[in-house]
């Protein structure tokens, strides 16, 4: 079993849509959780980072997690076509930086 | 503030040969990982420096090895080129180990 799992996609939505991005992994000793964007042909880019259950926004962003499912989400509001990219989610054991990641999910946002 | 600047971008290399990528952190950063990144796996751990020490290393062979600097830049090595070793190697800084870190453009290296 793979320490992530993350629905793979891809995932196609009009402008200004809500986006769900789902992620779910194995070992309860997971503490920390990212999410990353990546741009074709660049590396990836620090969106959101959490260490506890419950929710946490930024801008257009929010970050949930469920530690009792082991479950993460991003959730992206009012869509924009910049959104597009691949986002993968990462996990980590504290003090490891040895992060494990999701497969990513190809996001496009139509205009 | 720079970001974490990795050198070649692209390379070509033929099978058998060997390759060294390099990675300058962000500044006053002092651990550095390295993964690697291809379609079929994703991104996985390669290993990570922090002062000079290699602290933890990801499931790869030994071909693939790295050390880091004084001044915290790092370099990793992959020698006997194999046609599967074609990937983007990402480079990610961290000011200590545990931190959040950030990545690099990545360096393209295609075998053939």
């Known amino acids: 079993q793979k320490e992530v799992e993350q629905d793979p996609g891809p995932l196609s939505v009009p402008e200004g849509a809500i986006v769900s991005l789902n992620c779910t992994y194995s070992?309860?000793?997971?503490?920390?959780f990212m999410w990353y964007r990546q741009y074709s042909r660049k590396g990836p880019e620090l969106l959101m980072y959490?260490?506890?259950?419950g929710n946490k926004e930024d801008g257009r962003f929010t970050a949930q997690v469920d530690k009792s499912s082991k479950y993460i989400s991003l959730f992206i509001r009012d869509s924009q076509p910049s959104d597009s990219a691949t986002y993968l989610c990462?996990?980590?054991?504290?003090?490891?930086?040895?992060?494990?990641f999701g497969t990513g999910t190809r996001l496009t946002v139509i205009p | 503030k720079a970001g974490v600047t990795q050198t070649p971008r692209y390379l070509i290399k033929t099978r058998g040969q060997q390759v060294t990528l390099s990675c300058s952190p962000i500044?006053?950063?002092?651990?550095v990982s390295w993964y690697q990144q291809t379609p079929g796996q994703g991104l996985q751990f390669l290993f990570e420096?922090?002062?000079?020490?290699?602290?933890n290393k990801g499931n790869f062979p030994g071909r693939f090895s790295g050390r880091q600097f004084s001044n915290s830049r790092s370099e990793m090595n992959v020698s006997t080129l194999e046609l599967g070793d074609s990937a983007l190697y990402l480079c990610?800084?961290?000011?200590?180990?545990?931190?959040?870190?950030?990545f690099g453009e990545g360096s393209w290296l295609t075998v053939v």
């Open positions: 420096y922090f002062s000079e020490t290699q602290r």
């Open positions: 990610a800084s961290s000011l200590y180990s545990g931190n959040t870190i950030y």
């Open positions: 990462a996990i980590d054991q504290t003090g490891a930086n040895n992060l494990f």
């Open positions: 070992n309860s000793a997971f503490q920390y």
């Open positions: 959490t260490y506890s259950s």
């Open positions: 500044s006053g950063h002092r651990s």
